[in-house]
């Protein structure tokens, strides 16, 4: 084969940063060489600069990689950003603007109306938006984000269903503590507990869903026409973000018909074979205490997510379980896969 | 004072008859002199005959007492009822026939039309099926019902709001371990996990509140007329359920209303203050990340139900989260109040 | 009854300063008056100042407290600290200097020769070192302080063996969360794992379990003649540190002796029924599983040590279980407990 | 390659049986065609038989394997046996009579001074009892076992620092939940709690490696001359043993000394390059808070054991921490390194 593209990380040394260096070992079209992180880090070797949270130890791969700051400079053509929101927006602009692509984790471009807001799965077509956002911005690189990591959860679990006509949406989150960084939850606050907040979540996961579901009509992204509830919870659960979902569809389909829509479901990266792309992107499991995130998060590598316990709503129509896997295709993963999706399309 | 009444447990060697024995210790009204439970436990000493599960040990002032078997014979007036669901319907009408008032957590016969299905603050009036009870069954005592521990929480919950016309409710709960008995779920299931599935609880809950709810009208219960769905999950927490509610009402309330109509709710056992009656049923807390369940569920003896988080729903009015101790006010604490209710009601 | 005795705390707004608030709550003998802390806090009112983390809300009769500086000025005749190490030697100098009695929870003047480190079951007569300190340092108040909190169940598990001459002890603890008060333990660290590591923890428990266990002789404290080796492990679990004990003895004591040594303890505290002393310093459970932090931790009020398991030792003579609750006997009530020591000796 | 040896499993539907077809799926050498178990599964395909409690689902290579009785008949000439104490005696001598080679996990079996207990990186020699086994039982097959799996990861521990004198060791031990198989531990029994005792484990870890760090001299193993005591703990920990071990040498040796030993120990499956031998068999692991088990124990499939830190004790002359894989390494991982330890022996 080719040689392996190049590609580094912004904020490499937090915790979705070391999600990325994780999820890069022995990737076969991307060869990780370039690690950004803030000027306190820049200069140190990568096993000095970064506590490693992550089980096991720092890579053999990067442990020695000298960490630089994160100025576009000899930064190679692709970066997956992990930047803290409160310095991602200029950060990831500037990358943009000196041409490289930009494939967000971070929130802050996500509802840009020329940024897409990927799941390679649902919404592909939304990479529409690039030659806009390039135009519009005079960049030579681009911005692509991925979601919220429940937000993921929910779509992935919804979208086989869109055909069906969704118009109103009801889900509970049950999200595991490592969504929320490192030292993120205290022990105190979650051990043998549950939190019934999230700050932020429940607007990210009604806004971004609603973005994520819609079409791309006439250059722009027309929102899904459809109502989105969120209550979201902290449990102690180590990764795997569980969500109960109601849903109240346009047409009335049998139950039949809503099993094969998510067992036939697939998308572009299914068609291409790219590399970090589940088999099947949404595994229906047919126990009826199923899925479960201890159990079942770490198959599929963490790319695909799980869907159970389809049954009739006495209030809507329909109601189910989703669950998948937050630092993975909630996070890291789902960056990856958007990658691998812009080299599929030329884009980089 | 005037003398305690005496009072029994049916199923006393068991995880919920264990709650019993605790929560009666130092009763003002009751005096616990009777255990019941199956042939193999009768004529041993309960400290022998319990392995005490709780905390602590097994409480002195009936490690000593010998257990007999659940028959009427020499029981107390009161009996509540811990027992199996697989033997309830058979033991609990032979004590009503006897005489004996029997104040059952099972599920047999909650959802009689003739049986009170009783949330003291939220349905005293539902005992005006006493008579009716006695009269069509021809027995000298009565069965009453407490309901199943989730159904306390969602239906504390929404009773304050009952006045604004409720409409539909989604309800997703995370329920505690505690909930399940003894050995009840094993640690390998939910150690680090969700389970999304409790089996029949969700049937419970949607049958259950629409009968709490309803009014007693020309002697019998109309449901409340709404639509109910619950999603039930297991989380791995010892004590403590907690509830998402998105609710739909016929009016539309302020949220000022709503906020008001908490802290204003009362009934009959505040009214009485009988002993077990917590002096604020339900507790409206402003924090934003509250109620939690193990920072919260021993307050108020575990008799209160906690509520927050009241906000807009995108799909339907209002949303908001409660709490409440799944053993004590859903379970052996909500047997106890509708015993003080009957004997505050002459019915014993 | 007289007046209430006016008392301070120092360090009031952190986790340790709550629990003396909680501990303090309707003290027969004192009256908390006064709640001192950073400049930060200083002005504010207590229910502002300190988020509180333990469970329900900040009790009412500090809430409205106005939070001072720390500085002795117009603080009551006792104090307890529990101030940070950074700062703690400082304040509780000038305190102590300045007339008050500082009953300190902080490591820092635990092992100084005049500083009586107390345990009051076991060393109550420690307390002569006060003079000594008063007449040294030239103070009209005086230090005294409580161990750290592994030490605490350690010393009160081998306080009743004492006579049979201690010579080795190999110690392993397992010990909860709160121990490290907030936000202290990263939940991604502790859900599910366990941490075999504690900072400093195993050289305090070697130190001061010596200090505590020795003999007040010739104006000074001789340390206990004996070899300590501490394994400190944090655990999953909320409160409750459990101790595994083998222990070498000079004299061979039948099992029997053990047993009857640990019944028939008790000391100053339980001879003067002081406010806070549990009735039985240490209980021993005789179940083979016993004790357990969840299940026995609250009993008590936390004030009690729970032994168990004592068997022989293949390496030793003996070994054992020991567990008691790191934030209750381990800090704020061994503290509370010292204060009440030092007013029946009228050093107040 | 040749063709792969078929094997078999006794004891195949139970939690521990689950573990050894997990463990052999794609094994290099082994082919998994052969599953026994009780009556009341024999006859059904193993997908029905066994419930599969492991994370995923049953896997596809063995779901539709018929399972059998427990006998002999057409069985491959490797079986490994997973049964329960209750029958495993009679079950496995009938197919080592029958010409079987029994890998056992089950503890009947352990202590008989003909059957070899082995690690195989420790005590590859003891596999010299077979032909006296053989010869003196007249089996044509044999059994061999592993040890229990709190035995194996303190032998492994230990066996690097054997030259030096092992004397005396007093190990505390944090087993993990999964030890106990399924159902096991009671949810309500160890969530957020510690167990202090474990039936029969501390018996076990004694005697056991006693004979295991034994000599082979004169047709028999002759034990360790080491006192051994061990205190076991249940923590609320789904997989992976911590042990912390002090321990008294005859010699008295460097701390560098013990921590070259760690880190040059390697033995027969290292040297053979047995398939399931982990390359570095006691990973020495520098950072002072390691090893943990949910960070660490997944590491080289579960097959190595981790070490940490290696310091002085004040009462022995070292302590340090080992962890391992309790249903990994010290239990179907152990059993099958077993048997390519026999294999490569030519014992099959």
Not at 182 to 203: K, Q, T
Not at 309 to 322: E, G, T
Request: glycine share 8%.
């Amino acid at each position: 084969m080719q040689r392996k593209i190049q590609v580094g990380i912004l904020g490499a040394t937090g915790m979705v940063g070391q999600h990325f260096v994780r999820f890069l070992q022995n990737h076969p079209w991307f060869d990780l060489t370039w690690l950004g992180a803030s000027d306190r880090s820049a200069g140190k070797k990568y096993r000095d600069a970064a506590q490693w949270h992550l089980g096991g130890e720092t890579p053999a791969s990067v442990a020695d990689l000298v960490v630089e700051e994160c100025k576009p400079g000899n930064a190679p053509p692709i970066v997956f950003s992990a930047t803290d929101a409160s310095v991602a927006t200029e950060i990831e602009q500037a990358f943009a603007k000196a041409g490289h692509a930009v494939v967000s984790n971070s929130r802050n471009h996500r509802m840009d109306v020329d940024v897409p807001l990927l799941v390679p799965e649902v919404n592909a077509d939304h990479l529409r938006l690039a030659p806009i956002q390039r135009g519009g911005r005079g960049w030579k690189g681009l911005i692509v984000t991925n979601p919220n990591c429940s937000t993921v959860v929910l779509t992935m679990g919804l979208a086989p269903l869109k055909p069906f006509g969704i118009r109103r949406v009801v889900v509970t989150t049950l999200q595991a503590i490592s969504g929320a960084g490192y030292p993120g939850v205290a022990s105190m606050d979650i051990v043998a507990n549950v939190i019934p907040y999230i700050g932020g979540e429940e607007e990210k996961m009604q806004q971004e869903t609603q973005k994520i579901l819609g079409d791309f009509e006439d250059g722009r992204v027309r929102n899904l026409d459809a109502r989105v509830s969120a209550h979201c919870n902290r449990v102690p659960v180590v990764d795997g973000h569980t969500a109960t979902i109601s849903v109240e569809f346009s047409s009335k389909p049998a139950e039949s018909d809503l099993l094969e829509a998510f067992r036939s479901f697939a998308g572009v990266p299914q068609q291409r074979k790219l590399p970090s792309a589940p088999p099947v992107p949404v595994i229906y499991m047919t126990q009826p205490n199923r899925p479960q995130p201890r159990k079942d998060v770490e198959r599929e590598r963490g790319q695909a997510v799980f869907a159970g316990r389809l049954r009739a709503c006495p209030v809507f129509d329909y109601k189910f379980v989703a669950m998948g896997h937050n630092t993975v295709r909630g996070a890291a993963g789902a960056a990856v896969l958007n990658a691998e999706l812009l080299v599929s399309e030329g884009l980089v």
